[in-house]
């Protein structure tokens, strides 16, 4: 017998044997010998008598399988899983089946290091390993299928994640054997059990196994129709799902309800008509009130789903007038099926029926709305996948504000997206992001803090909305029906009285989480006939009565949140015209625009005032510019008052400063409020609420707060001042006057601010050196951004009746550049330079890292190139990790350039030793100008 050098006796193929679960355990038992190879870790563990280290180690199964490759895999860690197939522990089942689909992706394709799950799915581009694949077909599958009869809903739900999400990679052919014969047998495994023996009342293991198989059916229907033909799902996968809609138990046709939506995207039109339809119309009449409230849950999921099988039809056509055809057949079957249901749910007998509906009448009338452009090819033509981010750095995108619930209905009915196998463990490494290359593009546009980048796509995602909207009209016949059937009890929601409060404020709140997208898809003609009138009630709680009696009700706080986030959304949708209010609304205060002041920006409600912050740029580019202009002072007294910019507000169970997230928002906002004004609206009501939030207590705030000083100097440029003004001279005096200020105020407050002895300051003096030097970071990175892109960023003709605001940082004119430019050389520059010699280490670096992003012109040259190599040098000589944080690469300069710089460097620092930065730390503390320890934040 051979035995390891711990003498456990080895198996024949030289692994070691299993543990024998009876024997004591010893201290060796309790331990990880982490001097074991991945491998031998995990034939070690995964067998131990601890149920912790066999559930850390079967974790390790899909990576130790990807690292020893197919060989290993199929010897070795295969013979490990009968045994965690039946484990005592339901836990280490669960994360066993979401092992096996990485693992029967490294049997099948080997262990190819270039294996792209996403390009595999392809049947014409795989690769197979033929013995992996017969072992995943005979033996790994039948793992699933017994993990999927589990009697845990876990682990049945993770098996049948793996199994849906496998069938994208198995032969098309051998999907109805491998994959599909898995939930028919299940459901013929009930039925046999039903018919042979007698069922115990509270036995419902053969019923969850049902809804188990419901739900899978639904996943292999939504498979791409490469991998699962039309006539596959109507051959194999109606007939069960229809049959289990005729279930005795209630949670059967409950999950059947669910499951249709998805088998009709990936049916057959003829399929659809005769047999799925009809069976999800028998069951909004079911006896059982829970099976018709599934029903009206699912009428939003039906009406994508119609639409995309469409969508997938129309790939037999080439014909554009055939398409539409088609396209208008589907929105006939759901006209004349989907919309009698939805009226008659909304008046069923039963109280949980009807609120059920009524919660998702919104996203159903929204549903209504084209999401799809006019070909069936262009997959960048649908304004789903145009909302969609080009990359996942890009932030910001308000697609899923506009189509509640639709972005992700269309994703999950989405053929290729009922499991990402990019996401499973073990599948494919998850890159790791390099830094872009020093200087480039990437590298700047990085640095841009990400609410300016959010602000900014928000804005392109509305217009591009608005945009496909104009392109694309929804069907007349569409908004007919809509209008006469469905939109007067959306309306009624806005007032619904059942004596419940809970109950009609929940309504209310379903209400306005739908109507930017009930708007979008009615108009102006929708807004006028009654949504304006809900949207009223709503915010304002008014209902008018006959004559001029009017009542008033509570208006739930989650209500005016929500309209208060989706208030510019509205109006950009409307249109600027919409604003204009007639003198009896006004008088009224029922307009756009006084509902925006007292509803909203005055509101008590500090979420309230929040969300509507967010929005504000957004909303004023809505407005002309004299109208913008006289809502500014409004703007200066709400924002500046004590509910918003206070510093006084204290609570005694937390003395640290209130209402600092409006503050922080406010702080986000102004670089795009900025440039709506002229430079002397600027001056007089921005500018004391920028200085005012440079000096805030909170250090967020003030971070945010300093991307604005930029943007104000790019306005007060000499051309921004002269436009409507006489007098040139003047201009110029004032454009030099309000640069100076600018600087003065940050030399006071940032570089010439000392601490008196005895005074408690919220923040250390070197931490406002730091501020200084990221003011100047973000003042230069402005200038690179424009060398870089050598153009101002304009709007596209189609764009420019669709006001929103630019972003403050790609629109910068030659004149503003100079201007800039000159202020950063002369004025803004020299200053931090002496910081060069800065006792705090954070603050040399800081210096440092504002250098680097400099224009070329003053960073390779002079005083800040010698300067610049210094702290480069420094750095690299640190211990610790700061100098991990910033590479050194830098531009070559001319040798007798350097020379001339080095001797003045030199001669300034002979009679200045080097002192480490455990001495700086000590000298810190000794000096009280600062009172935070100089290596902090490293």
Request: proline share 7%.
């Amino acid at each position: 017998m051979m035995l390891n050098p711990e003498a456990i006796p080895l198996g024949a193929n030289g692994t070691e044997a299993a543990p024998d679960p009876n024997a004591a355990l010893r201290f060796e038992d309790l331990t990880i010998d982490d001097d074991l190879s991945l491998l031998d870790r995990v034939v070690r563990y995964v067998r131990s008598g601890i149920a912790l280290q066999r559930l850390v180690h079967v974790k390790m199964i899909a990576e130790t399988a990807k690292a020893v490759g197919i060989e290993s895999t199929l010897n070795i860690l295969l013979p490990l899983l009968p045994p965690l197939v039946s484990d005592s522990e339901s836990i280490i089942r669960q994360h066993l089946a979401s092992q096996l689909l990485p693992l029967c992706l490294t049997c099948m394709f080997g262990d190819d290091p270039t294996f792209d799950p996403k390009r595999e799915t392809d049947p014409k581009t795989r690769t197979y390993n033929e013995n992996g694949y017969t072992v995943v077909t005979l033996k790994l599958i039948s793992y699933m299928k017994t993990l999927i009869k589990d009697p845990d809903m876990d682990v049945r739900k993770a098996a049948s994640d793996g199994i849906a999400t496998l069938a994208l990679y198995i032969r098309p052919e051998d999907i109805p054997r491998v994959i599909l014969s898995i939930p028919l047998q299940l459901v013929q495994e009930e039925r046999n059990s039903q018919n042979n023996v007698k069922k115990n009342p509270n036995d419902n293991s053969s019923d969850d196994l049902c809804t188990s198989a419901s739900h899978l059916l639904a996943d292999i229907a939504s498979l791409s129709p490469v991998q699962v033909p039309p006539e596959m799902v109507s051959k194999h996968i109606t007939p069960t799902v229809v049959g289990l809609c005729q279930h005795g138990n209630v949670r059967v046709r409950r999950a059947a309800v669910q499951a249709l939506p998805s088998i009709v995207a990936g049916s057959s039109l003829e399929d659809v008509k005769a047999n799925l339809l009809p069976a999800f119309a028998k069951l909004s009449q079911d006896d059982a009130y829970r099976v018709r409230k599934g029903v009206g849950e699912c009428l939003v999921d039906m009406s994508r789903s119609l639409m995309l099988l469409a969508k997938n039809l129309e790939r037999q056509y080439s014909s554009s007038d055939t398409r539409e055809q088609l396209r208008n057949t589907m929105r006939e079957i759901r006209r004349s099926n989907l919309v009698p249901l939805c009226t008659r749910l909304l008046q069923d007998g039963n109280r949980v029926v009807r609120h059920g509906m009524m919660q998702f009448l919104g996203p159903f009338i929204a549903s209504f709305y084209p999401l799809d452009g006019s070909s069936a090819n262009d997959q960048n033509d649908g304004i789903v996948n145009s909302l969609k981010p080009k990359n996942n750095k890009i932030t910001g995108g308000m697609g899923a504000q506009f189509f509640p619930h639709a972005n992700g209905m269309v994703t999950r009915l989405n053929p290729e997206s009922i499991s990402s196998p990019v996401t499973m463990p073990g599948i494919i490494r998850q890159p790791i992001e390099e830094e872009p290359p020093f200087d480039s593009e990437e590298y700047l546009e990085s640095l841009i803090p990400d609410f300016l980048e959010k602000c900014h796509n928000d804005a392109k995602s509305l217009v591009n909305i608005l945009r496909h909207r104009a392109k694309y009209p929804t069907a007349k016949e569409d908004i007919e029906i809509v209008e006469k059937y469905l939109l007067p009890p959306y309306v009624g929601l806005a007032s619904m009285n059942t004596g419940d409060e809970n109950v009609d404020a929940e309504m209310r709140v379903y209400c306005a989480y739908s109507l930017p997208a009930v708007v979008l898809l009615l108009g102006k003609d929708g807004w006028d006939k009654s949504l304006k009138n809900c949207f009223l009630i709503l915010v304002m709680g008014t209902v008018e009565g006959q004559g001029n009696n009017e009542t008033t009700s509570f208006v739930p706080p989650p209500v005016k949140r929500c309209l208060a986030s989706s208030f510019h959304t509205i109006c950009s949708i409307l249109g600027p015209d919409a604003l204009k209010a007639a003198s009896e609304e006004r008088k009224k205060n029922r307009d756009l625009l006084s509902v925006f002041e007292a509803c909203f920006l005055r509101d008590s409600d500090e979420t309230v005032r929040l969300n509507v912050i967010r929005n504000l740029p957004s909303f004023l580019c809505l407005l002309p510019f004299s109208k913008r202009s006289s809502y500014l002072p409004i703007l200066n007294e709400i924002i500046r008052s004590d509910s918003m910019l206070a510093m006084k507000r204290k609570n005694a169970s937390n003395p640290a400063k209130l209402n600092w997230r409006q503050r922080d928002m406010v702080a986000q906002i102004l670089p795009n409020l900025i440039s709506l004004y002229r430079p002397d609206q600027v001056r007089q009501y921005l500018w004391p609420i920028i200085r005012t939030l440079l000096s805030d207590s909170v250090n967020l705030v003030r971070e945010n707060s300093e991307w604005s000083i930029p943007i104000l100097l790019k306005t007060y440029e000499y051309n921004n001042c002269l436009a409507g003004r006489e007098d040139a001279n003047m201009a110029s005096k004032f454009s030099q006057e309000s640069c100076n200020e600018i600087f003065l105020f940050l030399k006071e407050n940032l570089l010439d601010y000392t601490t008196s002895p005895g005074r408690v300051t919220n923040c250390g003096a070197f931490s406002r050196r730091q501020s200084y030097c990221r003011i100047l970071s973000a003042i230069a990175l402005v200038l690179r951004l424009h060398e870089l892109k050598n153009e101002t960023t304009n709007q596209n003709k189609d764009e420019e009746s669709i006001p929103y605001p630019p972003h403050p940082f790609y629109t910068l004119s030659p004149e503003a550049y100079k201007h800039i430019h000159h202020l950063l050389r002369t004025l803004f520059l020299p200053p931090a330079l002496t910081m060069k010699d800065d006792r705090v280490t954070n603050v040399r670096l800081t210096l440092a890292k504002c250098l680097r992003v400099m224009p070329l012109d003053i960073r390779d040259r002079g005083d800040a190139s010698v300067i610049l190599r210094t702290l480069e040098d420094e750095i690299e000589t640190w211990e610790g990790g700061g100098g991990l944080h910033m590479k050194v690469e830098l531009p070559k300069i001319k040798s007798e350039e350097m020379t001339s710089m080095n001797e003045e460097t030199s001669s300034s620092r002979k009679n200045q030793p080097i002192i480490s930065s455990r001495h700086m730390e000590l000298d810190e503390q000794k000096s009280g100008e600062d009172d935070s320890m100089s290596l902090a934040s490293i």
